[in-house]
């Protein structure tokens, strides 16, 4: 499985950015999928997650700003980001897991700053 991150970019504190992963295959078997970011100098970090029912699951730093969504028609993951902060500065990785493996994005910046 490939994975395609995108909508990543500049934006101001207290702006929305939308993230979308596209998947190269169906993601109907892919039983949870979401979103990790690493900042500088800092580890990869969970975000975000959502099962094939589409249960979701959020970091406490981002719950009740970050919404994740999956459309299994389109094979896509989407991450609305809201009132962004520039904490929030980081490259964002879309995962999947499917059958025990993981999979993995190439990662998409964004970036907060005034």
């Known amino acids: 499985v490939q994975l395609q991150a995108s909508g990543g970019g500049l934006v101001q504190p207290g702006g929305s950015l939308r993230l979308s992963c596209a998947a190269s295959r169906s993601i109907f078997n892919i039983n949870d999928m979401g979103w990790y970011r690493q900042a500088p100098g800092k580890q990869r970090e969970y975000v975000a997650s959502i099962t094939s029912t589409s249960i979701t699951g959020y970091a406490d730093s981002v719950r009740g700003q970050f919404t994740i969504s999956r459309d299994n028609a389109k094979n896509t993951v989407s991450l609305q980001m809201n009132s962004l902060k520039p904490e929030d500065t980081a490259v964002y990785y879309c995962?999947?897991?499917?059958?025990?493996?993981?999979?993995w994005g190439q990662g998409t910046q964004v970036t907060v700053s005034s």
């Open positions: 995962w999947g897991r499917m059958y025990g493996n993981d999979y």
